[in-house]
């Protein structure tokens, strides 16, 4: 029951940040119609900003928040200097030139911080356990990160659904031409967006920073499984990417928990223990698989026109 | 078909009369590392040339070609690892299996389009990594070492530098007239059909899902044999040959040389190979300059070398 409970948390916590990240991917993809392949690159870059600004100023919130912006403020170089250029094109064309954008950033950290990792080190105040239910205790950092994830999130929802800026960027989503013609400077907001995007990609790897290493290549692994998350949800929808992201978590963190004892209850100890690893790494991409074929447009399409 | 005399049909007439002469020029000049530079440059621009098949000819986007690559290169290394050496049994293994895969990711696939095709042929690739890195008998994550190379009776010896070369060149353009072939078929024509417009080609009555899928998996095949001759080349497959990073890499050099050209693949491996081996020689830090240039290629070079040629020639 105990470990039940921990996994459940842990898949929760693993979902949200997976939102951080998808959310900016299905924002940008959704508005701009822009493949970003370099979304994982600006998530790594939040982690090195945080660890070396947390280093620098010596205070775990200054240097998070002056990681934020650094993040903030790359996304927006990036946008204005590569990306920007790249709108109205091909997929592929994205998919290439982001791809290159992940090669420059991978060696630029490794001439900048050098190839070993870093590690981010928490305050004592977020190591201490926090008794959750009678008996049950879990990491207060792991918990703060839930409850950070679900404020912005809610923070998220209630920018795009009941603010100005929302309204066009949901105007955006659906129409770029007409939201254009009505004499909206989309420059601009395509410029706001990707700024957004980038944060929240930073804020979800400066997040996941204490838990796991700061390295290079960070980015990658969770950059597909983001994609894989905005496929599922249906590309351009918040809500979609929102339930995606949840099912993702559980089913990646549970499976990974259970599935070694649930499979050495039909196979034997040896085949189970060489099977489980492998079929729990498999089960995302065959929850998205499944998905695709059933419903080829994702669970929650956006409306297009 | 009359060839004429234009930059593209000079680039592509350069490089295979420059493919088959650089034995000769290794062997003078006593460099042998060129020849293993290209043997490797040679195998990927075959898994390109069939990647740009499904990509350039028939608009199916996949970015999960390096899966194939593992599944020959698996065929081959655990059939060596059971005492099959016999290259008469493993390479058949490796161009059926990587078929059969081709055959079932095709099928799932092709039901999607656009980006969502992109991702969902991604996914598989994964899988396939994943599979592989959980073969703890053979090597997992670490990979799995290829003590003999491929048997073929006294035939031919792959561990003869210059014969290996010879076979993988062989392969390579064996592999480009089969495509030029296809492009050039009724069968061709109607997947190039399907790419521009497939509304009207299912009106006039072809059935596009089954078109696409027997070229998918033509493709697939192809790069299966890319796949069982890298494993030769390195005697190592590891799960890193399938990795998403390497799908990329293969989309690049498509591009990068050109899509939907016959040559442009090959031109693309090369470039994209002997740019990464100068550059790492040059600084540690190669990918720091290869990153810029892509996206430079890619705003400013549409259509890849080929197309640039292409454009040189009408001025």
Same mark, same amino acid.
């Given at each position: 029951m105990l470990l039940v409970v921990e996994q459940f948390l842990n898949g929760l916590q693993l979902g949200l940040l997976l939102f951080l990240l998808a959310a900016g991917l299905t924002l940008v993809f959704g508005i701009m119609d822009l493949v970003n392949l370099a979304h994982g690159s600006l998530y790594m870059m939040g982690a090195y900003f945080a660890a070396t600004f947390v280093a620098w100023t010596g205070s775990f919130l200054g240097g998070i928040a002056l990681a934020l912006g650094a993040t903030l403020l790359l996304g927006i170089v990036l946008e204005f200097v590569a @990306? /920007?250029? @790249?709108?109205? /094109?091909?997929h592929l064309d994205h998919v290439l030139a982001t791809f290159g954008l992940i090669l420059f950033f991978n060696d630029a950290v490794r001439l900048i911080w050098g190839p070993a990792g870093l590690a981010l080190p928490l305050p004592p105040w977020l190591t201490v356990p926090i008794q959750i239910v009678p008996g049950v205790f879990y990491p207060a950092y792991r918990l703060a990160i839930i409850v950070v994830a679900l404020a912005v999130a809610l923070m998220l929802y209630l920018v795009v659904m009941r603010t100005r800026l929302g309204m066009l960027i949901r105007a955006g989503a659906s129409n770029r031409e007409m939201i254009g013609a009505l004499g909206i400077n989309i420059k601009l907001l395509y410029t706001l967006v990707f700024g957004l995007g980038a944060a929240l990609a930073g804020l979800a790897g400066l997040m996941q920073a204490p838990i796991l290493t700061v390295q290079i290549g960070m980015g990658e692994n969770i950059l597909i499984l983001a994609f894989v998350i905005i496929v599922i949800g249906g590309i351009g929808s918040i809500r979609g990417a929102f339930v995606a992201s949840i099912l993702v978590g559980m089913i990646d963190t549970l499976g990974r928990a259970f599935l070694p004892d649930l499979l050495r209850k039909i196979l034997s100890s040896a085949a189970a223990s060489t099977a489980a690893p492998a079929l729990s790494s498999m089960l995302i991409y065959l929850l998205m698989a499944i998905v695709l074929v059933v419903r080829p447009e994702g669970l929650f399409p956006a409306n297009r026109r | 078909m009359t060839a004429s005399l234009n930059a593209r049909n000079v680039a592509a007439a350069l490089i295979v009369a420059g493919l088959l002469l650089l034995p000769l020029y290794a062997q003078l000049s006593g460099n042998m590392f060129v020849l293993t530079l290209f043997t490797r440059i040679v195998i990927f621009a075959l898994a390109a040339v069939s990647l740009n098949l499904i990509m350039?000819?028939? !608009?199916m986007m996949s970015f999960g070609h390096a899966a194939y690559l593992g599944i020959g290169g698996y065929a081959v290394g655990i059939l060596a690892a059971e005492g099959i050496g016999s290259g008469f049994v493993q390479w058949p293994v490796a161009l059926v299996t990587s078929a059969l895969f081709a055959l079932v990711i095709g099928a799932l696939s092709l039901r999607t389009r656009g980006v969502y095709f992109i991702m969902i042929t991604l996914a598989f690739a994964q899988m396939a990594y994943y599979v592989a890195a959980g073969l703890a008998r053979y090597g997992g994550d670490d990979g799995l070492t290829i003590y003999k190379r491929s048997d073929f009776a006294g035939l031919i010896n792959l561990s003869g530098r210059v014969q290996f070369y010879y076979l993988c060149t062989g392969c390579l353009f064996g592999g480009i007239y089969l495509v030029w072939r296809i492009v050039n078929s009724r069968f061709g024509l109607v997947v190039q059909g399907l790419r521009s417009n497939e509304q009207r080609m299912q009106a006039i009555g072809f059935p596009a899902t089954r078109y696409r899928l027997v070229c998918f998996v033509i493709a697939g095949t192809m790069c299966g044999l890319a796949g069982a001759l890298l494993a030769n080349n390195t005697d190592f497959v590891s799960p890193a040959v399938m990795y998403w990073t390497r799908s990329g890499d293969l989309m690049v050099m498509v591009i990068l040389g050109?899509? !939907?050209?016959?040559?442009g693949p090959v031109v693309g491996a090369i470039v994209y190979l002997l740019l990464e081996e100068l550059l790492s020689q040059v600084t540690e830090y190669w990918a720091l300059i290869m990153g810029p240039l892509l996206l430079l290629i890619v705003l400013f070079g549409r259509g890849g070398i080929m197309g640039l040629l292409g454009r040189l020639h009408r001025g």
């Open positions: @990306l /920007r250029h @790249l709108y109205g /094109r091909d | 350039g000819y028939g !608009g050109g899509m !939907g050209s016959l040559f």
